[in-house]
């Protein structure tokens, strides 16, 4: 164990008093010690940001951009060191650490610098007066994280939150602190102004929760489990603070038999086991039209069984570890579950056997099930791994029925070439956000975000800049 992670306050590492393990999950091993940011650290982090909030929001926006993007800069010639951190940190492929995760973080804060300084207010007039309105940063917010994209995702929140003008204090997940620790280091390191961006470390439970409950920190941009948001949702009204609530999924994926199969199973394979299936916007459930069903199973699975797991530095792996030991049993958990319920389980199903390098190691097989209906466990509740079930279906309105069948509505995909089709359901699919014959094609400027318990409000393009700041209506007789 060499490493010892701690908060970066005012550019200074502060170590807490207690301290967790962290694992490096393709080997189950200890790698470091994360310190938890107790009350008296948190405090030096929230008393930090307010003194720093002046000047840093007293900037001009262009200015502000100027500093995001020397971060991106810093972090983009360091990419390799943080692509092969993150791999560590959880167990993903370096593959995709180094060319999309890492990358996507650089490009959040690129996007996010440029985004302010387009960035104009409203201006009504004709009716009474003229109106006008300003939007002022809300001072020192917080952002909570979690472990799935880590630096990915706190990059997406706190880049609007920077350039909108606010002081951030981030608290990425204590299941994979090491990004975030780095990214502290590298921002003291370019001389980013001091106090400005906080990064605290440490569990939810004590850090997260301090946080959310101190009435110094006017926002809370949270992703996580629908669970933990509830109870974010709750303190926040408590203080009558700003949350935006970025939750679970149970994505549902609606294949048509007249689907285009130029990039279908291939793009379905990716939005089933990337990241071994600890995406939010991972489709879990696939529907497929009874037509065309018995023969896009066995397509599939066939691929699927051919996605081995291994070694996550390895370039030619792209199949992972799940992130925790935790995680780990929670998964094998369901597959326990969806077999009492009567599964069909076609390849996967069970942890992985591994080389002896990776035996202590979180794998597990790329699962598929069918033979379970809509309100089963299996099909209800998020597993988050590698597992999808396939469900057959004959019309359109049963393709619906089904796809909104759940508790959540995060995200869904639709495959045909029918154009009124498409549309049709696109209007009426219970989900944030819905792809039509691709998945995973991201527009930063778009309205990120889920409905009913996947999630309240949203991110990305001016929606995260509203989010960060107040807005305030001047009205001028005429
Ligand atoms: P989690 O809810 O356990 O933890 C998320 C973060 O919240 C962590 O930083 C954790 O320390 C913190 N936290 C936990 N309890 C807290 C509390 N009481 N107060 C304050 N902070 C607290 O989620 P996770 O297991 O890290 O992440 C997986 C979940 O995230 C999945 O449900 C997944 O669907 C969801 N997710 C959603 C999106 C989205 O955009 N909708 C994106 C990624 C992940």
């Not at 167990?91 to 804060?109: D, F, V, Y």
């Not at 199973?265 to 039209?289: K, M, P």
């Not at 326990?336 to 942890?351: H, K, P, Q, Y």
Request: proline share 5%.
């Amino acid at each position: 164990m060499d490493i010892e992670i701690g908060s970066w306050i005012n550019h200074r590492q502060q170590l807490g008093e207690h301290a967790v393990p962290v694992f490096e999950p393709a080997t189950g091993a200890v790698y470091a010690r994360l310190h938890e940011a107790d009350a008296a650290i948190i405090e030096h982090a929230i008393t930090g940001a307010e003194a720093a909030f002046p000047g840093w929001s007293g900037l001009r926006t262009s200015e502000r951009a100027h500093w995001l993007n020397q971060l991106a800069d810093a972090l983009e010639s360091e990419l390799e060191t943080f692509a092969q951190a993150e791999t560590r940190d959880t167990g993903k492929p370096i593959t995709l650490t180094r060319s999309i995760e890492i990358p996507r973080a650089i490009s959040n804060l690129r996007f996010f610098a440029s985004a302010a300084t387009q960035f104009a207010s409203e201006c009504h007039f004709g009716e009474a007066g003229l109106n006008y309105t300003l939007r002022a940063p809300l001072g020192v917010v917080g952002t909570i994280s979690p472990w799935n994209l880590p630096l990915y995702l706190l990059t997406w929140k706190i880049a609007p939150a920077l350039a909108a003008g606010n002081c951030v204090v981030a608290k990425p997940s204590e299941v994979t602190p090491l990004t975030a620790h780095l990214l502290g280091r590298l921002a003291a390191d370019i001389g980013f102004p001091e106090g400005v961006l906080q990064i605290i470390q440490g569990t939810g439970a004590e850090a997260g929760s301090r946080l959310v409950g101190d009435p110094r920190i006017k926002a809370v941009s949270f992703t996580g489990s629908t669970a933990v948001g509830r109870q974010i949702a709750v303190r926040c009204a408590e203080h009558l603070k700003k949350s935006s609530l970025e939750l679970g999924g149970k994505n549902a994926v609606l294949v048509f038999a007249d689907a285009p199969r130029e990039g279908l199973f291939d793009t379905l394979i990716r939005s089933s086991f990337q990241n071994a299936g600890q995406i939010c916007l991972c489709g879990s459930r696939i529907l497929v039209e009874r037509s065309f069903h018995d023969e896009f199973v066995a397509e599939f699975v066939r691929r699927a069984q051919a996605l081995r797991p291994g070694d996550p530095q390895d370039e030619t792996t792209r199949l992972g570890a799940v992130v925790s030991a935790a995680h780990h049993q929670k998964i094998l958990a369901a597959l326990d579950l969806a077999r009492s319920e009567g599964a069909t389980i076609l390849c996967g199903g069970a942890a992985a056997t591994m080389t002896r390098e990776f035996e202590g190691g979180w794998f597990i097989e790329p699962t598929v099930i069918t033979g379970l209906g809509p309100a089963c466990q299996t099909n209800q509740a998020e597993i988050f791994g590698p597992v999808v079930t396939i469900q057959a279906f004959d019309t359109e309105t049963e393709a619906l029925a089904l796809a909104n069948a759940t508790r959540y509505g995060l995200a869904a995909q639709v495959w045909t070439s029918h154009l009124q089709r498409a549309h049709r359901l696109a209007g009426e699919l219970a989900a944030g956000i819905v792809w039509v014959n691709t998945w995973m094609m991201r527009d930063l400027r778009t309205p990120f975000g889920g409905m009913r318990e996947s999630g309240l409000g949203r991110e990305g393009g001016l929606d995260a800049l509203r989010f960060f700041t107040e807005p305030k209506n001047v009205c001028l007789a005429p």
